[in-house]
């Protein structure tokens, strides 16, 4: 299966900068990148990267595609291209595992959503060319309307693999608790750790 990875490096992580420096942000984000594509090609996909910055790239094993458009309008130009079944999996699933893209790919339905946490789309497969993405605001919503009104079934898939994107210092947890790849070791080279207060768990970093 063709599976779109969108990824930019154009201030990347934007919302772990009280944690993370910019250079930080970026070597991070090429972390889980990394970690997506390896899985990917492991659950039998064939990885491409679709990015704003194909200029900046030069340390994928995959093939890069520029499009300097925002998400949804590149994303849309894959879809319409397309002549075979499509996947489009987000470069920050740092718990991604092949066995939780494997069911992604192989579940039936026209539309296949993997929803993330506050309404996100994390990944889909597309099957039919009546559909199309719109990744604004609460995009899963805005998915599963899009089926409906174009008549196509809809399959969605329970995953906290596949539900857990990276956006926030709070996700770091997450990484570190469920995480075994690139990601986790790049948070444990840089000082991350668990750290719980109040029954909560969350992550400090050493000096």
């Known amino acids: 299966m063709q599976v779109v990875i969108p990824y930019t490096t154009r201030d990347p992580k934007s919302r772990l900068a009280g944690v993370l420096d910019e250079d930080e942000r970026r070597a991070f984000a090429r972390a889980m990148r990394t970690d997506v594509v390896r899985a990917v090609r492991a659950a039998g996909g064939v990885p491409t990267i679709l990015t704003t910055d194909a200029d900046d790239i030069d340390d994928v094993d995959a093939p890069v595609v520029g499009d300097d458009r925002a998400l949804t309008p590149a994303v849309n130009a894959v879809l319409d291209d397309a002549t ?45 060319p009546d559909f199309h993405v719109d990744y604004h605001d609460a995009s899963y919503r805005d998915h599963r309307a899009i089926a409906d009104d174009a008549g196509l079934s809809v399959t969605v898939i329970d995953s906290m693999r596949l539900a857990t994107d990276v956006d926030e210092p709070v996700d770091l947890a997450e990484v570190l608790l469920h995480g075994a790849g690139n990601a986790r070791a790049w948070l444990e080279d840089a000082g991350f750790e668990l750290e719980v207060t109040d029954g909560r768990v969350g992550v400090t970093r050493s000096d």
């Not at 489009?88 to 790919?105: I, Q």
């Open 84 to 128: 075979s079944d499509v996947s489009v999996v987000m470069a920050d699933l740092a718990l991604v595992t092949p066995d939780a893209l494997r069911r992604l790919f192989e579940s039936e339905g026209e539309v296949v959503i993997a929803p993330g946490r506050g309404g996100g789309t994390n990944a889909l497969v597309v099957r039919h």
